[in-house]
């Protein structure tokens, strides 16, 4: 409905249509919108598509304004017009819930800077972190995922609409006027490519895949520390279930769901691949299979990161046990090793004596965790006061990207 006003528009600063002509069309346009967005609209067996559904629908309403619009343009420039509004809009949602999500994990991270965890490589236990640095170990994948989603905002933003079919028309078509008209900044610079291209589709997909990847990660931490032998949270009722036959589990449900549903957006990215791979130019009814693999990606995204800023607002971590694990003396081999570099000793020489030491169980850590925190103050690193600073700039972060996906929706 945006794309047939603005194209009205153009064809009024192309002398042709008049401005009263204009006005009915306009305002039947607004009817028929109206009806389809309230669920009154009616369709008929004999409508082909959504294109010719509307135009019925306006000779209906308007039977010369009808006949009219549709001079200098074809389905093939509408779908695509229709697909890059609606990407757009999707990118704008989809980065509006990446900031309400990293928005929860950075004040998450401000509550819990000083909270002492284990920090893990191989899945075993390996030096000391913050709670707060962990989980803004997950908050910074998600802003680079912003980075693409904003990307993908702006590969949608070339208007289609005078490319016509596949070559553009004899007719003085105004692009620029209706792309301003429709808030594109671009035009298409090929009218055959114009039709064809489904780059900015695939890459709002990947964004959403990427999101994926990076939640699918959180939600296996979210599983690990709510097992019995991590005991790190406790799950609220919220976001887990029980067993239908032993009373004493708590599954992560949630957790483990926002851990697959990445393959679905994975699924949807090979999807549109397969589909694109191997068309010829220009246009290919193949492309109507575009959408299936689009909406299913986007839709999935949303939902998840909503399921994962729940987890975030309803984690509730077990003081106790982590200030039980992060008293573990082999988190601070390394600490042992880097203080006798500090003395003066090569580290190569160290690391095999402190190592000696921990087998025969005669190692001594030369400080505590709080101490160990405390000295990993540089930038990046998990002392408690860098954590602070850096949770509030990713709220920050968080909050701007807020902005923008409301100024662009």
């Known amino acids: 409905m945006a794309g047939s006003v603005a194209h009205a528009r153009g064809l009024v600063e192309a002398g042709l249509l008049s401005k009263a002509a204009f ?51 074809s389905r093939n420039d509408q779908v695509a017009l229709d697909l890059r509004l609606y990407c757009r809009a999707a990118a704008s949602a989809v980065a509006e819930e990446l900031a309400r999500l990293i928005g929860s994990l950075a004040e998450a991270a401000g509550k819990h800077h000083d909270l002492a965890m284990p920090g893990y490589t191989h899945l075993q236990r390996a030096q000391p972190v913050t709670v707060g640095h962990h989980l803004l170990a997950h908050a910074h994948p998600l802003l680079r995922d912003s980075t693409r989603v904003m990307n993908a905002y702006g590969a949608a933003s070339e208007m289609p609409l005078g490319s016509g079919a596949l070559a553009g028309s004899t007719l003085p078509l105004q692009r620029m006027a209706v792309a301003d008209a429709l808030g594109f900044g671009r035009l298409t610079q090929n009218s055959m490519d114009a039709v064809a291209d489904r780059d900015f589709a695939l890459d709002l997909i990947y964004a959403c895949l990427s999101i994926g990847l990076h939640l699918s990660r959180f939600g296996e931490d979210v ?23 032993m009373p004493q589990k708590r599954n992560p449900d949630i957790a483990e769901l926002v851990r697959a549903r990445s393959g679905r957006a994975l699924a949807s990215l090979v999807g549109l691949a397969a589909v694109v791979k191997g068309l010829p130019l220009a246009y290919d009814r193949d492309l109507q299979e575009d959408k299936r693999y689009l909406f299913s990606a986007v839709d999935n995204c949303l939902e998840t990161l909503e399921a994962a800023r729940l987890l975030v607002e309803r984690l509730e971590f077990d003081k106790r046990r982590l200030a039980e694990v992060a008293a573990d003396p082999e988190l601070l081999a390394t600490d042992s090793a880097e203080k006798l570099v500090a003395e003066g000793r090569a580290f190569r020489e160290v690391h095999g004596e402190v190592g000696r030491a921990l087998l025969g169980g005669s190692h001594e850590p030369p400080w505590d965790v709080a101490d160990s925190l405390r000295k990993r103050s540089l930038p990046g690193g998990p002392a408690p006061a860098q954590v602070k600073v850096a949770a509030e700039t990713v709220g920050r972060q968080a909050a701007a990207l807020g902005d923008w996906a409301r100024s662009h929706s």
């Open 223 to 245: 599983v690990l520390w709510a097992s019995s032998e991590f005991g790190f949270i406790r799950l609220a009722d919220a976001v887990s279930t029980g067993s239908s036959i």
């Open 23 to 73: 006005n009915r069309l306009h305002k039947a346009l607004v009817k028929v919108g109206k009806e389809i967005e309230s669920g009154d609209f009616v369709f008929a067996d004999s409508d082909e598509d959504i294109h010719t559904a509307v135009e019925r629908r306006l000779r209906e309403i308007d039977p010369d304004g009808a006949a009219r619009i549709h001079a200098g343009r």
